[in-house]
């Protein structure tokens, strides 16, 4: 069996990462975080934790923390989308609080 040529490094690693990539809710916010909230936002707050549809952001003032409860609504709707959305909105509330991202 005789190959075409050398196969693209780029490629290969492509279908080791998409398979190594945990498929958990909060794996797949912190994917997709900094383009459905902004580059603002996004240097401002870092989503650290799921459960049972909560997601908990922090944030580095209590001036974000209250802006991000505030646009949480908005937030969660374009994160829902984002997410596909087809077995229901997998986040149903946002929790802001202050602290350091991991």
Not at 14 to 23: H, K, L, M, W, Y
Not at 26 to 50: D, F, K, M, Y
Not at 86 to 102: E, F, I, T, W
Request: glycine share 8%; aromatic share 2%.
């Amino acid at each position: 069996m005789r190959r075409k040529g050398p196969r693209p490094l780029a490629a290969a690693l492509e279908g080791i990462s998409r398979d190594a990539a945990p498929a958990t809710t909060l794996a797949r916010v912190q994917a997709i975080w900094s383009e459905t909230v902004g580059p603002v936002v996004a240097a401002e707050a870092q989503p650290v934790s799921e459960r049972s549809g909560t997601l908990t952001v922090v944030c580095q003032s209590a001036t974000w923390a209250s802006e991000l409860e505030l646009l949480s609504p908005d937030i969660l709707d374009r994160l829902n989308q984002a997410l596909g959305g087809a077995g229901g909105s997998p986040l149903s509330k946002l929790r802001a609080k202050v602290g350091k991202a991991p």
